[in-house]
């Protein structure tokens, strides 16, 4: 079995691992993710899955703070950037003993991600 943090996946984790097994009851759990990425790495894998050339800048904190007098969702990006400034790592060794399973490369979740909006009317 296959785990990644694609919406549907983390919902079968959700509904068929925590929400129905006797064994998760009563624990925390976090869902299997793979390896923390920048934001740039994500953004690169998803062009490239598009065929297109990857094209962006980094808005420093300070060109926030003055962008932010001007655009409400600047500023309010601004009051999380602490999120986004040290890599997120769960350690999900626990739901992997317990349940098994494996994580979906992001490479393959962003490919499946894209065929599946593209195949939606």
């Known amino acids: ?3 990644g943090s694609l919406i549907g996946t983390f919902w ?3 509904s068929d691992f925590l929400g129905t097994n006797a064994r998760a009851w009563g624990e925390v759990w976090h869902i299997p ?3 923390p990425v920048t934001g ?3 953004i690169t894998e998803v062009l490239a899955a598009l065929g297109q050339p990857p094209r962006m800048r980094r808005l420093g904190r300070g060109m926030m703070t003055l962008a932010g ?4 969702q600047i500023r309010e990006a601004r009051e999380v950037l602490y999120q986004f400034e040290q890599p997120f790592v769960m350690d999900t060794s ?3 003993r317990t ?3 494996s994580v979906t490369p992001l ?6 991600t894209i065929a599946a909006l593209q195949s939606t009317p």
Request: glycine share 14%; proline share 0%; aromatic share 18%.
């Open 1 to 3: 079995m296959v785990f």
């Open 94 to 96: 626990k739901f992997e």
């Open 69 to 72: 007098l001007f655009n409400r």
């Open 12 to 14: 079968h984790c959700l």
């Open 99 to 101: 349940f098994g399973g």
């Open 40 to 42: 740039r790495t994500f």
């Open 33 to 35: 993710s793979g390896s």
């Open 107 to 112: 490479r393959e979740g962003v490919r499946q």
